[in-house]
């Protein structure tokens, strides 16, 4: 194939780029990019656009995130069996080098390719690069397919599920913990919410033929005024995935209605959707998609987190996850990414593009 | 009587002592048994102590804490409707000024008497000036009885429950939010123990023909990661109000027990014994307090909080609560006191001291 993945990867990881300090890796980028040919290369803030313009009939959008969650002691790249270690070689600086590959393939393509390199997936949704891109030039997503390369064990992990954040805040009434019939415990009203979202039954849509998973987690609780002060006041913050062909408002409810008898608004109870976004349909029967499908020969799989395939399919574009690394390692201290699932991955998008 | 005990309640009302800043207090206090003939007085930091010594057979020790909790818009005593308004009022000063009233009595008492006023009560229990004083001279709390003239309505409050701080850790196991099956949700599990204190089933023993009744209440929960991340550590603090004839280790076994099938230790679940301290028996039969008892004509009534009769009693001091105020707008911004109540208390005691 001409093109080093293993060592591209390996050179990538070697670049620290926690989200919002992707400059130095964006430079390398912007450097590889410059001696390919038949791509014009754009810098938006830290973020690469890449295109060619062969006036081909499709045009697919192959995209991966430049940024990193924080390091934990393993910023030095290590290379050994057959897998390379060290922050990002999953997640997803393996995808980028199988990017990079592609990009130094694209004359042979029989369709045209923009590459997008963004920054600020790992961080807050509202610094992710996407935005910052689309605010710059929103016809530059214009494309047949989206192919977000990020780690699926090289194998279609499609559509994503839907993640909302919400809030319960449930109140009490202050009184000395010796006479604590005289007052009300918000704690202890809490514990019998968790016990409820703990023992909910979730659905496991089946959509497209993909099995979705649904959940329901609570993420965070806190409460508590004194060690002899009844509290007032407890809180949850809970996290549900919600399958992709539900609606905000319909998940949300499906939530207010499990702990609907336990919630008191009269008493200043309160339950708040904090965040919410849309997951994001599987779109097998897209052309692309699916002859990326049939090349791979695995079954596809359905993506339980969310990721920017959301981002595309928001935007009438059919998205899909595929790129090498184990998306179980990915966020872990010990993140690594099989070589040869960085060639798999290579190989099966090399041969998309072409036929 | 010749004292305004009103007054001096308003007037001391009108000093500020929040805990660990009773000087000006203490140098009121100084200042007013300066002029109380038959009392030896003596300052031990901004604790004083006064004492008669006619010889008597009996010594009686009369006892007052001097600080008050931190104010919450109630600093300016006011007068209305028989009661004094105002931070301290009930929680203790108006029990000051009847002390301070007996003192002007002393020489006409058939017993001896030692009066105590000290800082730190409402602070941390280590700071407490009956502590410093012992440190000074433990001789000073030789007495037969010990008088508490905490807020009781003017009733004898017997004894006192003793009271334990527990911490609970549970463990968990971290996971995407995205597939909680992975992991242990801590904050999932630590909602089964809350619910079963919730739900728990105490005791309320009869000793010495009154009625105690014990407590069991989180009084503070906290736990959680991040967002998307199932939570590997969840934790309570819970406070346990247990019957005085209860051992420490008694009390705190009996909620390991109520909490035993849902702590893992293998699982590195802990309960932890942060503080305790017992409660005092209510030592009805002791003379003084019997005398007490009949002059007020009141059935007794358990004393269902801490306070410093414990330190007394572990002393082998027989020791109540008798005092004006209602212990209910004690640290309420709207605390008071009937000015009846005052009188009440200083008549009864005036008259136990005598006879």
Redesign the interface.
Known sequence: MGTDLAALCRDMVAIPSVSQREKSLADFVVEYLGGVKGLDTTRIGNNVVARSSFGRQYRILIAGHLDTVPPDDNLVPLVRDGRIYGLGSADMKSGLAVMLGLADQVTSFSMDVTFIFYVCEEAVASLSGLKEIERSDEEIFASQAAILMEPTSSRIEAGC?G?M?IRCDIRGKRA?????W?GV?A??R??????R??NAELEDPVIDGLQFRE?L???????????????DL?S??V?H?FAPDKGIEEAFESVRHLLGDLIDQDNGDEVVLEEGVLGAMPNLDSPFIAKLLEITGEMPKAK???TDVAFFSARGIPATNFGPGDP?VA?TKDEFVEVKEIDLAFNAMNYALRV
Chains 1, 2 share one sequence.
């Not at 000395?176 to 604590?180: D, G, I, L, M, S």
Request: aromatic letters at 2%; hydrophobic letters at 45%.
């Open positions: 599920q993640t954040r000395h913990t010796a006479r604590p005289v415990n704690i202890h809490l514990g019998e919410l968790v016990q979202i703990s959940a987690q609570v993420v965070k609780i806190s409460g508590g005024v004194a060690n002899n002060v009844v509290p407890a949850i913050v996290n995935r339980l987190g969310w179980l966020h």
